[in-house]
């Protein structure tokens, strides 16, 4: 399957070559890591439901006019993607409040956020801890400019309002997410990239409360191969399976 060069191994995911120089494949790993790499295990069939549930998403994404990296399944871990430049950002978009959020600003987690979504932005460097940025931060060091910037949130806000139906027709409350933005080698299109899975989003069951994603991992809830089985399950019975 990869007869490409390996181009760049991150926590979760590989990289590889295709001879085209436009397109790679992401192959998702089983790996898992929490707080920075502090922690570290493996989760069976993780890699599978990740790109499957990307896929899917992906899909529907596009279906709904946002431009995405991705171009077609190869397995079920897998994926043929457009060769991005990715924006050092760190893009998580909240509908309750959950994680860092509850800590920063010392509220229960759960807890609605009326005027919400809130956007907020991360400077992606690992050695830093990715740490929060704002809109100042960004365009004075150059990390997007103001259009980037403008295009991204516009994008971000409107990921969110095709998932968070999308998730509630499953029986899942998306209460936070993380996306990552690419500006295609090709055009120069800024596309959405990277994942979006268990790992990078809060899912909570509707009808029972439980956390349906990576947090079972983090805090050591048990049942985290289960809780990734039943969100893929749901997503490709809502969303068909993706060639
Ligand atoms: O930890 P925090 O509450 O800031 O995470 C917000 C959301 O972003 C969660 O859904 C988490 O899974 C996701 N996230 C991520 N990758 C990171 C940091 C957060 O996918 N490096």
């Known amino acids: 399957m990869h007869t490409g060069q390996q181009l760049y191994e991150g926590k979760a995911k590989v990289v590889f070559a295709?001879?085209?120089?436009h397109v790679l494949v992401q192959s998702f790993k089983d790996d898992a890591t929490a707080f920075n790499g502090q922690k570290k295990g493996s989760i069976p069939g993780k890699g599978s439901v990740n790109c499957r549930v990307s896929a899917a998403l992906f899909r529907l994404l596009e279906a709904n006019g946002v431009q995405t990296h991705f171009l077609r399944l190869l397995s079920d871990r897998d994926m043929l993607m457009r060769a991005v430049r990715i924006v050092p950002l760190e893009v998580v978009v909240r509908n309750r409040v959950a994680g860092s959020l509850a800590k920063r600003l010392g509220r229960p987690e759960g807890e609605a956020i009326p005027a919400g979504p809130v956007v907020e932005l991360y400077y992606k460097d690992d050695s830093l801890g990715d740490p929060l940025v704002n809109e100042s931060h960004v365009l004075a060091f150059g990390l997007a400019d103001r259009e980037a910037l403008d295009a991204i949130t516009a994008l971000a806000h409107r990921v969110n309002a095709v998932l968070v139906p999308f998730f509630?027709?499953?029986g899942l409350d998306l209460v936070d997410f993380k996306l990552e933005f690419g500006r295609s080698l090709a055009d120069g299109a800024l596309l959405l990239a990277d994942e979006i899975s268990p790992d990078t989003c809060r899912l909570w069951d509707l009808a029972t409360g439980e956390r349906m994603d990576k947090d079972r991992f983090r805090r050591d809830l048990g049942?985290?191969?289960?809780?990734?089985?039943?969100?893929?399950?749901?997503?490709?019975?809502a969303a068909g399976s993706v060639e």
């Open 223 to 237: 049942g985290v191969e289960d809780a990734y089985q039943e969100v893929v399950g749901r997503v490709l019975a």
């Open 18 to 21: 295709t001879p085209d120089p």
């Open 168 to 170: 509630r027709g499953i």
